[in-house]
C-alpha cells in the first residue's frame, strides 16, 4: 500500500494546505474470481497458447466457462489450472464448463492451449459454487 498528501499550487505560487492521508494498494495484476476474465481471448494458433492470472479470493469450487468464438466445429484445445489439465473438443459457438474442485486461495495461472488449427476464444469467465 502507498500513503500520499497532495497540495494545490495556483498560478501565483501559493500552495494550499496538504490533504488528509490517501491511501491506495496496487493490484497484483491478476483477475479475481469470480469474474470475467476476457470478453474476446482471441485466436490461438495450434501448439501455442494464452495464459492469465486469476486470484482465487477464498477457497472454493471453481468454474471456468470457455466460449468458443471460433467458425469451425470439433476445435481442440487443452484448459490447464490449479495443477489440472482438460482436454476439450468444442463446437462453433459452444460454451463449456469445466470444474475444479476445492481450489485453495492465492493467485492460480489458467493457461488454454490450442491443439489444432482454428481455435478461437470469445468469453472467458469463472465462477465459484
Not at 494545490?8 to 488528509?20: E, V
Not at 476474465?37 to 466457462?65: D, E, M, P, Q, Y
Not at 476445435?75 to 470444474?99: E, H, K, R, W
Request: proline share 2%; no cysteine.
Amino acid at each position: 500500500a502507498y500513503t500520499f498528501k497532495v497540495r494545490a499550487k495556483d498560478n501565483a505560487g501559493n500552495l494550499s494546505a496538504f490533504t488528509s492521508d490517501l491511501t491506495v494498494t496496487t493490484s497484483t495484476g491478476a483477475t479475481n474470481v469470480p469474474g470475467v476474465v476476457s470478453t474476446n481471448v482471441g485466436a490461438i494458433a495450434n501448439g501455442t497458447n494464452k495464459t492469465f492470472s486469476l486470484n482465487v479470493t477464498s477457497t472454493s469450487n471453481v468454474r471456468i466457462l470457455v466460449t468458443s468464438n471460433s467458425t469451425f466445429n470439433s476445435t481442440s484445445f487443452t484448459v490447464n489450472f490449479n495443477g489440472t489439465s482438460i482436454p476439450l473438443s468444442v463446437n462453433a459457438g459452444q460454451t463449456v464448463p469445466i470444474d475444479f474442485a476445492g481450489v485453495s486461495a492465492g493467485v492460480k495461472t489458467l493457461t488454454i492451449t490450442a491443439n489444432s488449427a482454428n481455435v478461437s476464444i470469445g468469453k472467458l469467465e469463472t465462477q465459484t459454487y
